[in-house]
Every structure is written in C-alpha cells, then in structure tokens.
C-alpha cells in the first residue's frame, strides 16, 4: 500500500511538471509579432515571450510600469540571458525578424560573475557580442540595437560607446543620445524599423504588351507631366519566354527593387510585380494617383496612357510575416528620475508595434 501511494505521488508530481512546463512554453503556431522582455539591475526581471495583440499588449506595459529601480548594472548578462530566450522558444514557421533592442545608462558591474564561464566582464562581454554577430534563428541573423544614454556616474565615455557597439548587431544600430527626451523617439524610431523589416508591401502594376524597347514610366505623384514627377519607375520593355520583361529599371524617390522585373502574363496583358515597393523613407508608395507613360521617339515626349487606371491597374498587396523581438531595459538607481522616461518610452515601443502587426 505504501508503495502504491508513493508511485502515485511520484506519477502526480510528474504530471504535474509536464503540465507546468507545458504551460510556460509559449504558443509560437499562430503568425504574429512575439515579445519578451527583460529589466536588469542587480537582478533579472523577465517577460516571457509572448505574441503581441490587443490581448497581451496590455500585460506587456503592465510589467513594463512594474519594474522598480535597483542598485546594480547586469547588463553583459540581461543580453545574454535575453539570447538564451530567444534560442529557447519555438519558432513560427513565417519567421522573418529577430532582434534585441537594449536600453542601458551606464555600464556593467559584476555580469561575469552570474556565469562561470567567463572571469572578467570583458571576456563576458566579447562572448556576448560573438553571439550577437554569429547568431541565427532558423536561420535568420539576430539584429540587435542598442540605445545608450550616459549616466552621470559614467566617468567612462569612451568605454560606454564601446559597450553599445559590441551588443549591437551594426553600427548603424548604435544610438547614443545626449538626453532622456530623445529616448521616446528612439523607441519609436526602432519599432517601425522592426515593422518594416516584417512587412512587406509589393505593388503590381498591369499594363499591355509593349513593342520590344519601348521606355515605360510608371509615376506616383499625381503629375500631369512624366517629367515632373520625382517619385517614378522607369524600365525598357523586352520579352522573353511568353512574358514581358521590364529591364534597366531605374528608381526615382523610391527604393530599388531590382533592376529586371519578369511579368506574369495574362493573355496581352502584362503584371509586373515590385517586392517591398517602399519610398527613400521607409513608407509604403502611394499608389491613389498611379500613372503610366511611353516615351515616343518621334515627338521625344512622353505619353500617357489614358486607358491606366490606378484602381484597375494597381494591385496592391501587404504581406506580414512573424518576427521575435527582446526588449532589454536597464532599470538601475542611477537612472533617478528619469527611469519613467525610459518606462513611458518602453510603453510606447509596445503600442506602436501592436498598431502595425496584423495579430488583433
């Protein structure tokens, strides 16, 4: 009898264990933008990675406000443990971004001691920058940004800029700015850079068959003159196997696609179709005042064609794919009164994430 209440325990336990364990892995089935968070002092303090939607966003600036302040710096260590998170999880099959954004005021004190691995902050600090550079998810690099604003207890600039730049992924991704009222628009800065990066917005433009070396113009801006317009597409039409082909595609005002474009034929009609059709500042081409032009060599102008319709010639189609992003935030006293800044900005991080993902 003894035993039999001891193996039933024991199988109690264990199911118990699964049961647990199974809950705190995250649902990672569902495509969508994924969120962890971790706040670092003396200590760590961490969100579990959890899709973002209207359901969760809360809960995400819930913890956010939660964090308190505390002596202490574990910064090398809140980046590295916010690797080992994203290592852990599983992936959605859609998965095209992954990234950590840290936010720190100062620099380390004592990570190196929290993992025997490493004897010094500097050894643990290099280690932490391989993984950065070197490191994939399902086979997509980690892209890290750091943002940094120096504490005045930081004696150290030198080393402090050094700092970001190895626990970013680019230094393009590097921000080093002078006060807390910038630190929002950094946040914001970074969050629709992380939505670009996935989304994509490809326009398909339908036109007929062109003779071979005819120069097409598709414009944008509404012009009643090709010449006038400052945000176009320009290419030579050929073809080739049954299909149009549009070659030594220039962009004006945009963002190059590729400089040869196959059509997807439809009887006489041609659909070129531009991948990620995005202007010089990272927003989506309008496409309400979409216009289509000829040059002609006889009169050496431009023609329109007058049968172009935007709303019939246009297609437009924003694709999401998922992305897993770490937010890192550095929660130490010294930030005094300006840890609210960096909480209010951490909360405008996540609503302006959860406004562009699809997951609602």
């Known amino acids: 009898m003894k035993r039999t209440v001891i193996l039933m325990a024991t199988l109690f336990l264990f199911a118990s264990m699964m049961t647990s364990c199974h809950k705190d892995k995250p ?54 443990t ?5 290592e852990e999880v599983e992936a959605p099959e859609d998965l095209i971004n992954v990234s950590i954004v840290t936010f720190t005021d100062g620099l380390d004190q004592g990570s ?21 550079k070197t490191g994939f998810k399902n086979d997509i690099p980690i892209t890290a940004y750091s943002i940094g604003v120096r504490g005045a ?16 992924s680019d230094p393009a991704n590097v921000y080093e700015i002078e006060s807390m009222s910038q630190i929002g628009e950094q946040f914001a800065a970074i969050a629709q850079d992380l939505y670009n990066q ?6 398909t433009l339908k036109t007929p068959a062109q003779e ?28 080739g196997d049954n299909c149009g082909i549009l070659n030594q595609i220039n962009y004006v005002g945009l963002q190059d696609c590729g400089t040869t474009i196959y059509a997807e034929s439809q009887g006489s009609t041609d659909l070129f179709t531009f991948n990620n059709l995005l ?37 437009v189609t924003e694709e999401f794919k998922s992305a897993m992003i770490m937010l890192v935030l550095d929660c130490s006293s010294s930030l005094n009164t300006d840890f609210q800044s960096v909480k209010s900005a951490a909360c405008q991080f996540i609503e302006i994430l959860n406004t562009n993902t699809h997951q609602r």
Do not use: C
């Open 82 to 86: 916010a690797l080992d998170k994203i």
């Open 27 to 80: 649902d990672t089935s569902k495509k969508g933008l994924y969120v962890g968070i971790i706040g670092f002092n003396d200590n760590l303090h961490t969100k579990t990675i959890k899709i973002l939607n209207e359901s969760t966003k809360d809960e995400m600036k819930d913890f956010i406000n939660s964090l308190t302040m505390e002596n202490g710096t574990i910064l090398y260590h809140a980046v590295n």
């Open 279 to 315: 202007t010089l500042n990272d927003t989506p081409v309008p496409t309400a005042f979409t216009k289509q032009w000829r040059w002609d060599n006889m009169t050496e102008t431009w023609i329109n064609n007058s049968e172009f319709s935007p709303s019939g010639n246009t297609i």
């Open 153 to 168: 207890d930081v004696q150290d600039p030198i080393t402090f800029r050094q700092n970001l730049e190895k626990l970013s």
């Open 112 to 132: 190196y001691v929290l993992n025997d691995l490493y004897s010094s902050g500097e050894e643990y600090l290099n280690a932490v920058s391989r993984r950065i």
């Open 212 to 239: 071979p070396g005819t120069i097409l113009r598709f414009t944008f801006d509404n012009v009643n003159n090709a010449e006038l317009s400052n945000t176009y597409i320009q290419g030579i039409y050929s073809r």
């Open 198 to 203: 996935s989304s994509s917005y490809d326009v």
